[in-house]
C-alpha cells in the first residue's frame, strides 16, 4: 500500500526467469556473487521477490530462501529474509517475536501495531492467524497487561476512521472529554483517551490536538505525558505523533535504533524493509529535515558489509 513516497517500486523489466537464474548463477560453485543478490532482490517488489521464488522452485526444485540461508550470515541474511517473506507474514512474525520468549518488547509492538492502517492491520491480523492458529488479539492480550492491554487490542481491531474530512465541532467535543478524562478531573478515565486515539482519523486527531491546545495552553501530548506512565503513555504519544507526522514518527524510530552504544540492527531492518513500499523517501526527507544529515549517511557510518550495501539499495 502507497500512502507516501516509496523508495522501492516495481521493476520496469522485471522477468522472474531471468532473475531466479541470475541468483542460482550468483550461488554455483565456490562462493557466492552478493552483488548480484542485492541488485537483484533489493531492485524488486515483495510481490516480485515473491514470483522469484516461485520461479527459482519450478525450475530448479529449491527453496530460494534455504538457498540464500545457506549462502549468507548475519545481519545480510537477516535483511534477505526480511525482504524475501511475503510482508504480512513478516509482520506477524515480528509481532511474535515481541511477545514471544523471556520479557516482552513493549516498544516493538508499539512501532509495528501505533503505524498501522486499517488494511495493514487486518492483513497482519490475517497472517498471524494462519501462522500460529490464534488470533492477534488473543495474542496480544494474553502477554501485555492492564491500560496497555486495553490500547492494543482497541489498535488491532483496525477500526480507524478514514477520509480527510474534519468536523471541527466534533474535534472540540472530543478535546473537552479528552480533558475531563484526564487533567480536568481528579484522576484519569484511560478509557476515554484509548478509544478516541483509536478510533479517530488522523486529521480527525489532528484537530482534536489543536482544540485542545487552543483550549488549555497545553499540547494533548503533554497532557498524556502528564496523566500515563510506562509504555500505555509511550503508546498514546506514538499514535498522536502517527497521526500527526507518521514518516517523522519513523525517522526518529530509525535514527533511535541506531544511536547510542551500538546498532539496534532488528528495529532497523523492520522499519527500512516496512516503510520501503509505502513512503520511505518521505522518512529520508523528514530525518534530512531533523538530524540535519541524510538517512543513507547515518546508515552508512553505522553499519558495514553487504548488510550494509543492501540497507542502502533500499534506501
Known amino acids: ?146 491500560d496497555f492491554r486495553n490500547l492494543l487490542v482497541a489498535l488491532v481491531q483496525g477500526s480507524r476512521k478514514e477520509g480527510h474530512f474534519v468536523d471541527e465541532d466534533a474535534a472540540r467535543a472530543d478535546a473537552i472529554t479528552l480533558y475531563e478524562a484526564g487533567e480536568g478531573s481528579w484522576g484519569t478515565d484511560e478509557s476515554d483517551f484509548i478509544k478516541i486515539m483509536c478510533r479517530s482519523s488522523y486529521p480527525h486527531l489532528n484537530e482534536v490536538q489543536r482544540q485542545y491546545k487552543e483550549m488549555t495552553g497545553n499540547s494533548l501530548k503533554k497532557a498524556v505525558e502528564k496523566e500515563f506512565s510506562g509504555h500505555i503513555q509511550k503508546g498514546l504519544c506514538a499514535v498522536l505523533a502517527c497521526a500527526k507526522n507518521e514518516q517523522k514518527y519513523y525517522a526518529e524510530r530509525i535514527y533511535k535504533s541506531m544511536s547510542g552504544f551500538g546498532t539496534r540492527e532488528k528495529p532497523l531492518i523492520r522499519m527500512i524493509v516496512s516503510r520501503s ?37 533500499l534506501l
Open 1 to 146: 500500500m502507497v500512502r507516501g513516497t516509496p523508495t522501492v517500486l516495481p521493476y520496469e523489466y522485471f522477468n522472474p526467469a531471468e532473475d531466479a537464474e541470475a541468483l542460482k548463477d550468483a550461488m554455483k560453485g565456490f562462493g557466492t556473487d552478493e552483488d548480484v543478490i542485492i541488485s537483484i532482490i533489493g531492485r524488486r517488489t515483495n510481490r516480485q521477490r515473491q514470483q522469484i521464488a516461485e520461479e527459482y522452485k519450478s525450475s530448479y526444485g529449491d527453496d530460494l530462501i534455504d538457498r540464500l540461508k545457506s549462502e549468507v550470515r548475519g545481519d545480510f541474511e537477516n535483511v534477505l529474509m526480511a525482504l524475501m517473506t511475503p510482508t504480512k507474514n513478516y509482520m506477524a512474525t515480528e509481532v511474535r517475536e515481541a511477545i514471544q520468549g523471556l520479557g516482552t518488547d513493549e516498544d516493538a509492538l508499539i512501532e509495528i501495531l501505533a503505524g498501522c492502517c486499517n488494511e495493514e492491520m487486518e492483513e497482519i491480523a490475517e497472517a498471524y492467524q494462519n501462522l500460529y492458529d490464534t488470533s492477534l488479539e488473543d495474542a496480544v492480550a494474553s502477554d501485555t497487561s492492564g
Open 277 to 313: 513500499e509505502i513512503d520511505l523517501g518521505d522518512v529520508k526527507q523528514e530525518f534530512m529535515k531533523k538530524y540535519e544529515k541524510s538517512l543513507e549517511e547515518a546508515v552508512e557510518n553505522d553499519t558495514s558489509g553487504d548488510f550494509r550495501r543492501m540497507l542502502l539499495v
